[in-house]
């Protein structure tokens, strides 16, 4: 996963491409490869990538949109997540555009039995598009979002994670040797409650990509647990614990 720490900082959404410039067979190839090496959150859950001209789609942007399906399982949205934002920072390496595109809609609902989950949208962009300082990111405070002692480095890239809306609903709490994750419910968003619910799971597991991501580049050995369910009456969700072996 470290292969992607610098793509972190540099990666964007991208609603414009150039019309001039078209995804070529090769980048096709490139893509589908690396689809097949995504490295799941859980390797239990089935999941399946296809790619579609975005005409097949009510995307109202890109050339491309890939689009995710997947088994039923408690961690569906978080996989899916975690999986396809490998390739949302994979697309940033070889010049190619792309933006999570949570509203637009397909009217193939099922691949191979799994149901269909999400899309990014994808085209050929200048190298100009991409971000060259975090400060160019539009976050919330990062005291807002992460209580406790962690490597501040680690803090200030794992935030800088794209969410639905921007709405940033990970709350971190951290000791030197371990965090607890949570999905806040109550964050400010135009979403409705059930929307605003689904995307932010997938948001989360975007989010633990990027966590991911950092621990691998700082050589920080762990290991993660999720709990059974993510149903709770709290405003908090426990959505993972990541403990650090010293
Ligand atoms: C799960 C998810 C769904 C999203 N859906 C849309 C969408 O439907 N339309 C859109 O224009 N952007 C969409 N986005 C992009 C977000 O608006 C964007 O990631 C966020 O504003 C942060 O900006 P950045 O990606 O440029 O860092 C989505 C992002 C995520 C993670």
């Known amino acids: 996963m470290k292969s992607y720490y610098n793509l972190l900082f540099k990666r964007r959404s991208i609603r414009r491409f150039d019309p001039s410039l078209s995804v070529s067979k090769e980048e096709l190839a490139l893509i589908n490869q690396k689809i097949e090496s995504l490295i799941p959150l859980n390797s239990d859950i089935k999941t399946a990538f296809k790619i ?8 109202k942007f890109g050339e491309y ?11 569906k949205l978080l996989n899916i997540g975690y999986m396809l934002e490998q390739l949302d920072l994979f697309f940033v390496s070889i010049n190619i555009g792309a933006c999570w595109y949570g509203m637009a809609k ?8 799994l149901v269909y989950v999400i899309m990014i949208a994808f085209g050929k962009v200048t190298e100009v598009s991409y971000r060259t300082s975090s400060g160019e990111f539009n976050r919330k405070n990062i005291t807002e979002l992460w209580q ?3 490597n501040q480095d680690i803090k200030n890239a794992a935030i800088l994670a794209p969410s639905a809306c921007n709405s940033q609903p990970w709350r971190i709490e951290s000791t030197e040797s371990q965090l607890s994750i949570y999905r806040k419910k109550s964050v400010r968003t135009i979403m409705t409650p059930r929307i605003r619910a689904y995307f932010n799971m997938i948001d989360m597991g975007i989010f633990l990509c990027f966590i991911d991501v950092l ?6 050995k762990y290991q993660k647990e999720f709990p059974s369910t993510f ?16």
């Open 106 to 113: 397909t009217k193939e609902k099922m691949l191979d039995g």
């Open 52 to 59: 579609v001209k975005s005409e097949e789609t009510t995307a």
């Open 65 to 75: 949109c890939i689009m995710a399906y997947s088994g039923e399982h408690p961690m």
């Open 231 to 246: 149903e709770s009456n709290s405003d908090l969700v426990k959505i993972a614990t990541y403990r650090v072996n010293n």
């Open 148 to 150: 406790g002692d962690f």
């Open 215 to 220: 621990f691998d580049y700082y050589q920080i």
